[in-house]
């Protein structure tokens, strides 16, 4: 008599297609896994992917909510209370990414090239909120869109922020080899131990070759995991472009419900995933926003907000 079937360690696995494009979305923290695509040189990576049964590396595509980024020391005040979180991320002391993390989403809407999943993040001592967090996946001819929202199941307001955390991949190489477009007039400043945000600064103040990419240029040897705001916009669109030399890439873009980015180089030296794939992490808040409440939204009982982008190939 056979037991029952083994789900892989990463959830149960959801496979979308879309003319040239090919998803999956594992069902633990509502994760891009996959995204590929076919072009006329055959299909390749838009994003770093790992296997099914393996446990997700890092934040790998996952879905961040109800914060991205991180809340400082784990603790916050909200509503005239003080606040503890768990400490996700202890070699800095904070709360890392929020608390959908490990949650399993179940699928409440599917077809060939869509797919909705949903989780409940139940109330707890740090976030005494219940919230119904939504991420919706669409492939179309024009690229994947990623919309994540969230409702308010409590009685009272609550604080919440949301992202994703896709590592993009533009070809051969690594993010050393390629060119970043990013259209960022300000760069939020952060300690270098801790990564604690500090203060706004014009991307060409103090360290342009790091931080100042809205001219087309290859990233080289910066090393970046800071985020970024005043976000110039075509038609109300921000766009990142990462590509190789042959002027293939990636790109990425979203509206004004997320008015800040976090960019990250992906540095683990000493490891073979290092500087494999650069994060773009489209954010409707800042960095330890629950603090400083940079574009912090407070979502009412019963309602419902969030962000959305997509991800195409160039």
Known sequence: M???????????QHLL?????????ASVGA???????RGPSGERDLIVPFDADEVRPGYRGLTLAPWPNRVVDGRYRF????????????????????LATWLDFEAVAKDADHLTLAAEIEPQTGYPWRLRVESTFRLTAEGLEQSVTATNL?????????????????????????????PADVVLAVTEDRLIPTTEQS??????????????????????????????????????????????????AWDEACPWVQIHTADMPGRATDRIGLAVEPMTCAPDAFNSEKALIYLDPMSRAGGSWTIAAI
């Open 31 to 37: 994760t891009l896994r996959v995204l590929r695509h």
């Open 79 to 98: 509503g005239g209370k003080d606040y503890i979180l768990p400490l996700t991320e202890p070699e800095r002391g904070h709360a890392l990414h929020g």
């Open 154 to 182: 409590s009685d009272t307001v609550a604080p919440f922020g949301a992202s994703g955390h896709p590592y993009l991949v533009a070809g051969p190489g690594r993010v050393d080899d390629w060119t970043l477009e990013l």
């Open 17 to 25: 297609r879309s003319g040239d494009y090919q998803a999956i979305i």
């Open 2 to 12: 056979s037991g029952p079937e083994r789900r892989p360690a990463s959830g149960t």
């Open 203 to 252: 991307v060409d103040a103090t360290d342009p070759r790091r931080f100042d990419f809205r001219e087309p240029r290859r990233i080289s040897d910066a090393r970046i995991d800071h985020a970024f705001t005043g976000l110039r916009r075509e038609d109300g669109i921000a766009r990142v472009r990462l590509t190789t030399e042959s002027g293939r890439g990636v790109m990425m």
